[in-house]
Every structure is written in C-alpha cells, then in structure tokens.
C-alpha cells in the first residue's frame, strides 16, 4: 500500500515541455491543502460553522483539481491555481479572524515556490516575488486598519497557530527537499560526467593511457613543481616490426598487442613513474627521480618482459619485442622558465631519446639504448 501511494505521488510526467520536479512539488503541496482543509472542514463541522466548511469545501475541490492537472501535464496551470487558491483563503481568513489566525504567514510558500517551481527568467521571477511582497502588505495594511469581522476565542487562536506552522512548515520542507534532490542528483551526475569527460580527454582511447597532450602536460607540472632530487628520465619505446604483425594477423590483432603491452607497461611504470602512448606503435616511458643508469637498469628489465609477453590473437601466439632509447631531463629550473621552456627541454629529450632508439633499431632491435 505504502509502495503503491509512493509511486502514485512521484508518478512521472510525461509532457515534453514538462518537469517532474515541478509537478512533484505543486502536486504534494496540493494534497497536503487537501489534508489542511479536510482537517478545518472536521474543526469547522464540530463547532457548527457551517459557512466556514462550505468556504473550506471549496478550497479542497479546488486544491485536489490542482493534483489533478498535475497528473494532466498541465504544471503551470495547477501552480496557478494553487497559488491564486492560497491568497483568495490568505485574505478571507485574514478579514474573518485577523492577524492571528497565522494564515498570512502561507506568503512564505508562495515565494519559495516563485523560485523553485518554475523556470521562468530571473527577471520574472524577481516581478513574481514582488507581488507576493505586495499581498503581504496588502495583508498587513489591511489588519492595522480594520477589525476582524470575529474576534477568535483562545482556543481557537492556538488552533490556528499550530495548524498553521505544521502546515507551512511541512510545505517549505517538502519543497526544499524535491529542489535540493534534484539538484544535488543533477550536480553529481555533471561532476560525474565531467571526470569521465577529464579521462577520455586525458587517455588514449584504445590502450587506457596517458595521451601525448596529457602527458606532457604531466611531465611538464612535475619540473615545474621541483620536486625531483635526484632527475628525471625518458624513455621512448617501438614495437619491433609492428607493420608485419598487422598486415599478418589484421589490425585488430594489433590493437591487440597493443592493449596487451599497455597493460604491461601501466603494472609496471606504477612504482617508476608513467606510461604514455606517444602515437602509433611509440610509447613515452617517463621515470621520476631516477638517473639515467636507474632508468636503463629498470627499462632493460621491462624489454625482458616484454619479449616473454604471450599474446594470444585467435589461438596464435604473437611474439612482440621493443626497443628502447633513454636519455635523462634537466629538472632544474630558474625563476625565468615557462611552462614553454619546460615543455621545449622536454621535447628535446624525446628527441634524443628518438635518435638512441633508431640507432638500436639499426643494431639488431630488441634493445635499450643509452
């Protein structure tokens, strides 16, 4: 029964033009003026106030037709008359009782529910609130210069009051917690998708990877951050003769080396530095606080990995070998470097380290050169 009057109330919308939010927050508010007045229509009955229950009658027809276009993709129009039903009551009550039935004090729903319940321009919504300001002045106005058409005997003075403060405060919470809900969901949900967005634009779509922007951008933060006591070192890697391995076995039998190597390359740069997926069949290996002889020591026993790799495209074992070029970084820097300048001594590096592959490339591949 819960689940099933649970479903009934956050039952979604289905207009184009239409919001769950909105019509969630005018519909539980309508029903819950339904419940008030059904509750002044019991007090009124017992007291014998017949005209009172009539009024009250009417407020929770129109209250529940509220719900009901709610229900009809039809938001605009049950905010309408919700909010229009809310003063017409605001001011018969206030002119009845006066300043102490509290009723006045239902302003406060309709200005939340300006801010909150539509999507209409600031500038709107800005006009909006001040006529919700105009009714409680009118309301005011009207109460230090006329009297109550009855003066409320004390019993039903308290009645009013805590009626009244359940009632708005049960209003505010409702829509406070449906607007901040979705809120909060809709701003998680971006900074969801924003990380996801940082990490596709940050890696290489096929081997998981640093990108070449990214990662030079890394190794750039990292110089410019001082933080190496010792150097940094960079590595560029080829897979050797990777264009007989595609036109034997088909490119996806490349990716597949290539994801194979990248998994390799991502378990064992985790306690060195970082991989990166240079272009192609390049890999950038980046050692962070290591010499130059640290970082062959290390690479060279990578290239033994490697060439001990199984790699399995449809049963058939592929053989893959790198080789490898290693050079080392100057860290230092001065008061004057830029990031350019950092980024130019690291290109430089590469380029180095580009020159000792080829050469290994040249001398029997399946080596590193330093």
Not at 14 to 28: F, K, P, Q
Not at 40 to 50: E, K, P, Q, T
Not at 266 to 278: H, V
Not at 306 to 328: A, H
């Amino acid at each position: 029964m819960k689940t099933k009057l649970a479903k009934l109330i956050f039952k979604d919308v289905t207009g184009a033009n239409e919001s769950n939010r909105v019509s969630y927050i005018v519909r539980i508010n309508s029903l819950m003026m339904c419940i008030y007045f059904l509750i002044w229509i019991s007090v009124f009955g017992i007291s014998a106030r017949y005209i009172n229950t009539a009024i009250c009658f009417v407020g929770l027809t129109a209250y529940a037709f509220s719900t009901y276009l709610t229900y009809r993709n039809k938001n605009i129009a049950a905010l309408f008359l919700y909010s229009a039903v809310t003063v017409i009551w605001m001011f018969r009550f206030v002119i009845q009782w006066g300043w102490e039935c509290g009723i006045q004090h239902f302003v406060f729903v309709l200005l939340v529910l300006v801010f909150v319940a539509t999507y209409r321009s600031m500038k709107e919504k800005i006009l909006a609130s001040i006529g919700v300001f105009c009714i409680r002045m009118l309301l005011y106005m009207w109460h230090i210069t006329n009297e109550p058409l009855e003066t409320l005997p004390k019993p039903m003075s308290v009645t009013f009051q805590i009626i009244n403060i359940v009632s708005i405060f049960l209003s505010l919470i409702v829509i406070l917690t449906i607007f901040t809900r979705d809120k909060l969901a809709t701003e998680a949900k971006l900074a969801q998708y924003n990380r996801q967005l940082k990490v596709v634009a940050e890696h290489d779509h096929l081997t998981g990877l640093l990108n070449r922007r990214s990662g030079m951008s890394d190794m750039v933060s990292k110089i410019m951050g001082g933080s190496f006591s010792t150097g940094m070192s960079i590595a560029i890697g080829d897979i050797d003769l990777f264009k007989k391995v595609n036109d034997t076995y088909g490119h996806e039998a490349g990716d597949e080396v290539l994801k194979s190597l990248a998994k390799l390359f991502d378990d064992f740069m985790t306690q060195y530095g970082e991989a990166i997926r240079w272009g192609g069949e390049e890999f950038v290996f980046v050692f962070d606080d290591m010499n130059l002889d640290d970082a062959f020591v290390a690479l060279d026993g990578l290239r033994l990995k490697i060439s001990t790799l199984e790699i399995y495209w449809k049963d058939i074992k592929i053989p893959v070998t790198m080789t490898f070029g290693v050079t080392d970084v100057n860290v230092m820097v001065s008061a004057s470097d830029t990031e350019l300048d950092i980024s130019n001594r690291i290109e430089q590096a590469i380029d180095d380290a580009d020159k000792k592959l080829y050469m290994g490339k040249e001398s029997g591949r399946n080596k590193v050169v330093i």
